[in-house]
């Protein structure tokens, strides 16, 4: 017997207890700091609870248990939906600060009907079968001329003739007038983008010229609410802007948003993808930024009518009462996440979208795979990571995100690690409160 390989151990934050997470045996606990240290140097010792939660195992059964659960996972994943983004252009209205498509340069093309026909043509035969659905993303979607609004329009009425529900990616600044045309398709989510009140928004997300937004994008997530149509509204942070997240909560809740059944949110990390930002020393690690926001919590409680965030799987097991399933692999790209483009090509990701050479083939105006480096991202998780192999936090990190792993060492096929220990430390304490 020993201790499983998968145990996650440390002390909570803010408390004199330790809590042990082992998501192989579906089993988390708070334990004393007597215990941790028996589960840490363990002796052989047998503790009779430990080997019931599977905390202390015979290494052979664990084998055989990763081993099931890992085709458990490949058989779900690849019956999950599947979400197909369609870039219909990378030009943009706003200058924002953190930008990094400004380095695409977003060549004008006139908008292709054609390509659209040849986009609906190629996911039918590509993904027949499979659950789906669209998300439009740029750029810009949403950008105010008769021709994209006709584009737009004529893209959701082909989701409705191919019952595929659709999602919006938008800076939200046309979102109002965009209303009559999203009431035609089959709208899952509007995503919005406020990154503080209105001083903070207006000083980060500018129009190009420097026109302030703040204003008309609250003006449309209003108007897109009042019509039933879903909002998520994102806020992108790094160290100019965390002090607003107080400041967000408490204007959405007055705005009566945080009420609505149909009002969701989430917290995006400002942070390098493919080329280094201006002012890189505003950025946060993963994470400080959620040290930050532990803190924020306890001085501003009304965050949580906002925002709960998720501190890895601790908003899971408080909510849920169970921990989620073991995660081999966090990267959706190329398994249930594809990307396609205004040019006729076909990326692995929104991380990737747009980037020259990272094109995965074309759908428009011909066919073309390049099977050797789908290969690799489809065949990308913890076990094909060789630094995630002996990895006790491999279950819960699920190797990181592909695309930024291969910016940072060259290769799909290494690690993004995620500081899971930390968050989990974070997030106990949060939402259990252990003392």
């Known amino acids: 017997m020993q201790a499983s390989k998968y145990n996650i151990i440390s002390k909570v934050k803010d408390s004199e207890n330790y809590f042990i997470v082992n998501l192989l045996s579906q089993e988390a606990d708070i334990i004393t700091k007597e215990e941790s240290e ?38 779900a994943r690849d019956t999950d939906e599947i979400q197909l983004f369609f870039v219909p252009t ?44 669209i998300t439009v993303f740029g750029g810009e979607p949403l950008l105010n001329s008769p021709e994209h609004k006709k584009y737009i ?64 994008i609250v003006e449309g997530i209003d108007e897109t609410l009042a019509n039933n149509i879903a909002v998520n509204l994102r806020m992108v942070i790094d160290k100019e802007n965390i002090d607003e997240l107080p400041k967000l909560a408490n204007f959405a809740i007055e705005k009566g948003w945080t009420s609505s059944s149909l009002f969701k949110t989430q917290l995006g990390r400002n942070y390098e993808l493919h080329h280094c930002q201006s002012e890189g020393s505003r950025l946060y690690s993963r994470i400080d930024m959620y040290k930050d926001i532990y803190e924020l919590l306890k ?24 921990l989620p399933d073991p995660l081999y692999d966090s990267c959706p790209g190329t398994k249930t996440e594809w990307a396609f483009d205004y040019t006729g090509r076909i990326f692995a990701c929104t991380a990737t979208v747009g980037k020259a050479g990272e094109e995965l083939g ?72 252990a003392t």
Request: charged residues 30%; glycine residues 8%.
């Open 299 to 322: 001085e501003h409680p009304h965050i949580k009518q906002f925002h709960k965030p998720a501190f890895s799987i601790s908003k899971f097991l408080f909510e849920e009462g169970s």
């Open 362 to 433: 074309t759908f428009f105006p011909e066919v073309s795979h390049h099977e050797d480096i789908i290969l690799e991202w489809e065949e990308r998780d913890v076990l094909s990571i060789d630094k995630c192999r002996g990895c006790a936090l491999q279950l819960a990190c699920g190797g990181g995100c592909a695309s930024v792993a291969k910016n940072k060492y060259g290769a799909v096929n290494e690690p993004d690690c995620r500081p899971i220990r930390e968050l989990l430390e974070l997030g106990i304490g949060h939402y259990f409160n």
């Open 38 to 75: 028996e589960l840490l140097k363990f002796n052989g010792s047998i503790n009779k609870d430990f080997v019931k939660r599977g905390y202390i195992v015979d290494p052979e059964d664990e084998s055989r248990a990763f081993k099931q659960r890992y085709l458990e996972f490949i058989d």
């Open 153 to 216: 329009e004529t893209l959701l009425l082909k989701a409705n003739a191919n019952e595929l529900d659709v999602a919006i990616v938008t800076n939200g600044y046309h979102l109002k007038e965009y209303i009559p045309i999203l009431k035609k398709g089959r709208i899952r989510e509007v995503q919005v983008t406020l990154d503080g009140t209105a001083r903070v928004h207006n000083s980060r997300r500018m129009l190009r010229g420097g026109k302030s937004t703040f204003e008309q």
């Open 90 to 133: 990378y030009a943009c209205n706003f200058a924002c600060s953190y930008c990094y498509q400004d380095e695409y340069g977003a060549k004008h093309k006139k908008l292709s009907y054609e390509l659209l026909e040849a986009f609906f043509t190629y996911i039918n035969q590509r993904f027949a079968g499979r659950k789906k659905y």
